[in-house]
């Protein structure tokens, strides 16, 4: 029923900036967890970022710092900024919605989910 659409991907030169959009529609009233999450290919899919409804955030150390996660809850949208950008970037990024309850950087935690968007950084 939900659906969410990611944009904003692309190729950037190592320590480029990105930012990522993702629409979100047909969602019902409730709290939820939006949570980023990427996949180089070959390796398991791994947990970026997360925001509450209510704003609280949290990073995987590997890009706490320079990615920031953010959502304008009045569109339905969720952001990440991305600064600072490295070459072990590189991956599909998908964005995900689920329970505030369960608000966490494990994918298992999160079952809607877009089809993504690829961001390439070179160096």
């Known amino acids: 029923q939900v659906q969410l659409v990611e944009s904003g991907g692309g190729s950037v030169q190592a320590g480029g900036s990105l930012r990522l959009s993702c629409l979100a529609s047909?969602?019902?009233?409730?709290?939820?967890?939006m949570g980023w999450f990427r996949q180089a290919p070959g390796k398991e899919r791994e947990g970026v970022a997360y925001i509450t409804r209510l704003g609280t955030t949290m990073y995987t150390d590997s890009v706490e710092g320079r990615f920031t996660i953010s959502q304008d809850s009045a569109k339905d949208t969720l952001y990440l900024q991305m600064s600072s950008l490295k070459p072990e970037d590189t991956g599909m990024y998908y964005c995900a919605l689920g329970p505030d309850a369960y608000c966490t950087l494990s994918p298992l935690d999160f079952g809607a989910w877009g089809q993504g968007t690829q961001v390439t950084v070179s160096s």
């Open positions: 047909r969602l019902s009233s409730g709290t939820y967890c």
